[in-house]
């Protein structure tokens, strides 16, 4: 089979099929992984003439995966447990109450500017394992925690685990190419200047697009868990969005353009947390109005997760003072930084050493091959901080136990999603020339060679949706860089335009991808209990999504372009879209008053 536009069908069917169960049908994840799993082992077989061997050796490399993912998880469940049977979690809950009872500010500040801080200090998943469960006990929904965790997966992303995804995704998917290393001496630079310069495009990329993210955290909190469903509830706290958001952003890029990829997400998330935390407590910028979500007996029960902590809530009454309550996340953050800034320190946990890396090399003879860096992982950093608040926060025998009993019974409700959504990804990944009898690029790619044929010298416009495909697919912004990047890098080339460019564009709609992720949305719902509820979560991180990567495409094109047609047409469409969106929530707002007044009205007579 040679047709492009058939291959392309074939190659997107498994995803579209999964996300038609997932957010069409509300399936569980772990009943719609297992049915998108076996169309990707049928089409790679039949279509892609995969090798059987290995199908079987990129299931087994999944499965792997999956195993080290639900290590992270557990450290993530494990923390929470410890925090709440010790009474840390109250001090904590009353410090923000503090600051500002508001929910919109205490999911700005801890999701974007705690969350842009973990992302940068350690990627891969790590905000929404931290974020999201500190949200659930601070008393948001479940489903809401979970958002919160995922939408900020976006702005700091492709500067993650100290820029990695640049570093490593960018920076290897695209070295030693000849057109390439030819670019780099055109431009008068090394290679790692050359990656620097693409992650200085990909800073001012997402500063503007990363604009309204803290805003769209503010709305969606409002519309889909407020008590009124209202939408312009969000939108009153703009002000405060806008400059939490800057607070961000400003540092961030300067740290891009003058340091370089390792620590714009690192640098920005703490100078604008510090900042932030500082203004709120002086009231700047505070609403005038609070939000709430409401009693707890008005929400829906698909908001609700399935972790019991009351009885860790009952058993954790200690006073502490705020510095002692805090201590465990301090910690993650000082161990999080020393593994991964601290060279020899970080050299021994990512050596060789069987004890310390466990190898899985040639899977059944495929050359098939994966780590895991188990010492290396945030999984551990979490388990370590656990044992060492045990210490600090004075927890008896009981109290200890009761942690590790609710984390280990919540683990399991989520292994069964990840083990079959890894391994799919895996086989998408590894069904290239390399793999197969067919000689065809790898599903991923021949789905994006089909989209720059159609989209030809508009491709800039396109290319970030390129990205996100890759990180919905394997869950990763470096994953994607690494599939991806040589394939924009040509396709630039291929229309004319600077070719870092469209990398560029490349990068910022793999971090705009990790919202949708599959794996990472089963992860992190598995941190607050809340699982089956994976499509529910996908209908409202997708329209985030949606809006990254038309925003990206429209920067990107007038980056290269400047004033053209196309470039014009989309932003003229963006606009229409965020206007049109904010007419609406104010019609509906308008709605909203007019019935509760014939409410009032109805019960006075």
């Not at 058939?6 to 999964?18: K, Y």
């Not at 469940?77 to 109250?90: E, P, R």
């Not at 997400?265 to 002086?282: C, D, E, H, R, Y």
């Amino acid at each position: 089979m040679d047709s492009l536009a058939v291959l392309s069908l074939l190659a997107i069917a498994p995803i579209v099929v999964v996300g038609v169960l997932l957010a069409g049908f509300r399936w569980p994840a772990k009943y719609a992984m297992p049915v998108g799993y076996v169309i990707t082992v049928i089409i790679a077989l039949w279509v892609w003439e995969m090798r059987p061997g290995a199908v079987a050796a990129a299931t087994i490399e999944g499965l792997i995966v999956a195993v080290t993912l639900l290590y992270i998880v557990f450290g993530a469940l494990l923390l929470l447990s410890t925090v709440i049977a010790s009474g840390a979690m109250s001090t904590i809950r009353a410090g923000f109450t503090a600051i500002s009872p508001d929910r919109r500010v205490q999911a700005i500040i801890i999701g974007w500017l705690f969350g842009s801080f973990i992302e940068g200090a350690s990627g891969f998943g790590t905000p929404a394992a931290v974020v999201a469960p500190l949200l659930l006990a601070l008393g948001f929904p479940a489903m809401a925690a979970v958002m919160v965790g995922l939408i900020i997966q976006s702005t700091p992303v492709s500067f993650g685990a100290v820029g990695t995804p640049m570093i490593v995704g960018a920076g290897q998917g695209l070295a030693g190419a000849p057109g390439v290393e030819a670019r780099e001496a055109e431009l008068g630079m090394t290679h790692m200047e050359y990656v620097a310069h693409i992650a200085s495009q990909v800073s001012l990329i997402h500063a503007i697009t990363g604009l309204l993210i803290p805003l769209l955290l503010s709305v969606f909190l409002t519309g889909f868990f407020g008590q009124r469903r209202s939408f312009v509830e969000g939108l009153r706290i703009w002000p405060f969005a806008i400059y939490a958001s800057l607070a961000m952003t400003v540092p961030y890029v300067l740290v891009a353009f003058l340091a370089g990829p390792e620590f714009p997400a690192l640098l920005g998330g703490l100078i604008g947390l510090a900042l932030v935390m500082f203004t709120s407590s002086k009231g700047f910028l505070m609403p005038k109005e609070t939000f709430d979500f409401g009693p707890r007996a008005s929400w829906e029960e698909r908001w609700m997760g399935k972790l019991d902590t009351d009885h860790l809530a009952e058993i954790g009454k200690r006073k502490m003072g705020t510095v002692t309550a805090w201590t465990p996340y301090v910690l993650i953050a000082v161990l999080l930084l020393a593994t991964r800034l601290i060279d020899p320190l970080q050299s021994f946990l990512t050596s060789d050493n069987p004890a310390i890396t466990l190898p899985f090399t040639d899977l059944l003879g495929t050359g098939i091959s994966t780590t895991w860096q188990w010492l290396y992982s945030p999984g551990t950093v979490f388990i370590i901080t656990c044992l060492i608040t045990y210490a600090v926060h004075k927890m008896n025998g009981r109290q200890i136990r009761e942690t590790w009993t609710v984390a280990g019974k919540q683990i399991l409700g989520t292994a069964v999603a990840l083990l079959f959504a890894v391994p799919l990804v895996r086989i998408l990944i590894r069904s290239g020339a390399e793999f197969t009898e067919s000689g065809l690029a790898s599903m991923p790619v021949t789905l994006a060679e089909g989209a720059a044929t159609i989209a030809g010298a508009n491709w800039p416009l396109i290319s970030p949706w390129i990205g996100a495909l890759g990180a919905f697919v394997a869950g990763s912004n470096t994953v994607s860089n690494l599939t991806f990047a040589l394939f924009q890098f040509s396709t630039g080339e291929q229309i004319g335009v600077p070719p870092e460019t469209v990398v560029a564009t490349q990068a910022v709609g793999g971090a705009g991808g990790n919202p949708v992720a599959i794996h990472n949305i089963v992860a992190a719902s598995a941190t607050v209990g809340l699982l089956g509820r994976e499509g529910d979560l996908i209908r409202k991180t997708a329209l985030v999504t949606f809006y990254y990567c038309l925003t990206a495409g429209v920067i990107g094109y007038f980056m290269i372009y400047g004033a053209g047609l196309a470039g014009i047409i989309q932003l003229v469409v963006l606009l229409a879209i965020l206007v049109g969106a904010v007419f609406w929530m104010l019609r509906r707002e308008k709605n909203l008053v007019t019935r509760e007044r014939q409410g009032a009205s109805a019960l006075s007579d």
